[in-house]
């Protein structure tokens, strides 16, 4: 999702990277924005990361073994808006990207953790019939 997001030939580089990062990224072999120190500043690398371990969390496979919570393997090969893709993909780890002040971001559905707003459970489930209804 990173790449895809950050990459200036294939992905929406163009749009989310800053003009610097830009820069950096076409000087690139590749147009490439990788590495340790390839940080988008317009993309809350926290909720990346948190998302990421959620996902790649060991559950039951129900056959006495242990299997990552969600698994996407996809080729994408055909072009079609930006934003639509990124929420297609997000439902497959039930997340929900949205775009505030620090940048953009991902929501988990279903992370059973505190909210840091203050909502009640019904619209909690509200918000889960309508992203499992799109």
Request: net charge neutral; glycine share 8%; proline share 2%.
């Amino acid at each position: 999702m990173y790449d895809l997001l950050t990459n200036t030939r294939y992905g929406l580089g163009s749009y989310i990277l800053t003009p610097a990062e830009r820069t950096e990224a076409e000087a690139k072999a590749g147009d490439q924005f990788e590495g340790t120190t390839d940080v988008a500043s317009n993309l809350d690398v926290y909720s990346f990361q948190q998302a990421s371990a959620y996902c790649g969390g060991l559950v039951s496979d129900n056959a006495g073994g242990t299997e990552p919570r969600f698994s996407c393997n996809v080729l994408i090969n055909s072009q079609g808006d930006a934003y639509k893709l990124i929420q297609q993909l997000c439902s497959v780890f039930r997340a929900m990207p949205f775009w505030e002040q620090a940048g953009l971001r991902w929501r988990m559905i279903d992370l059973k953790t505190s909210l840091t707003s203050s909502t009640s459970r019904t619209s909690r489930k509200r918000a889960s019939v309508i992203q499992a209804q799109a």
